[in-house]
């Protein structure tokens, strides 16, 4: 059974640092893209950052210059580096995955949520 497990997240002052992880657990063929996603109390759930199997980067404009996102392929695992942290960065942050792998007989293509983990910026 495929499925996400997430790791990291807690309290920081604004300023600080924080890192979050993402591992890919199961039998898959390949990671199309892991992406981080966020939802504060009383917002819409939006994007933070995206990376692709090819290494390709996209940040929220909310977050450039201060989070960083890059993967381990050979640990099936995503990372999401926080830095200068804000108070509006408080969010539940949810790990995506568009995951390729063998459901039965056949290859599927499917997107994968993990359970999502608290961050909290405040002094």
């Known amino acids: 059974q495929v499925e996400l497990v997430e790791s990291g997240g807690g309290l920081a002052q604004p300023g600080g640092s924080l890192s979050l992880s993402c591992a890919v657990s199961?039998?898959?063929?390949?990671?199309?893209?892991m992406s981080w996603y966020r939802r504060a109390p009383g917002k819409e759930r939006e994007l933070v950052a995206q990376?692709?199997?090819?290494?390709?980067?996209d940040f929220a404009d909310s977050v450039k210059g201060r989070f960083t996102i890059s993967r381990d392929p050979a640990k099936n695992t995503a990372y999401l580096q926080m830095k200068s942290l804000k108070p509006e960065d408080t969010a539940v942050y949810y790990c995506?995955?568009?995951?390729?792998?063998?459901?039965?007989?056949?290859?599927?293509?499917?997107?994968?949520w993990g359970q999502g983990t608290q961050v909290t910026v405040s002094s």
């Open positions: 995506n995955a568009d995951l390729t792998y063998i459901s039965d007989v056949y290859y599927v293509r499917r997107n994968h």
């Open positions: 990376i692709t199997s090819g290494g390709s980067t």
């Open positions: 199961g039998s898959i063929t390949s990671i199309n893209a």
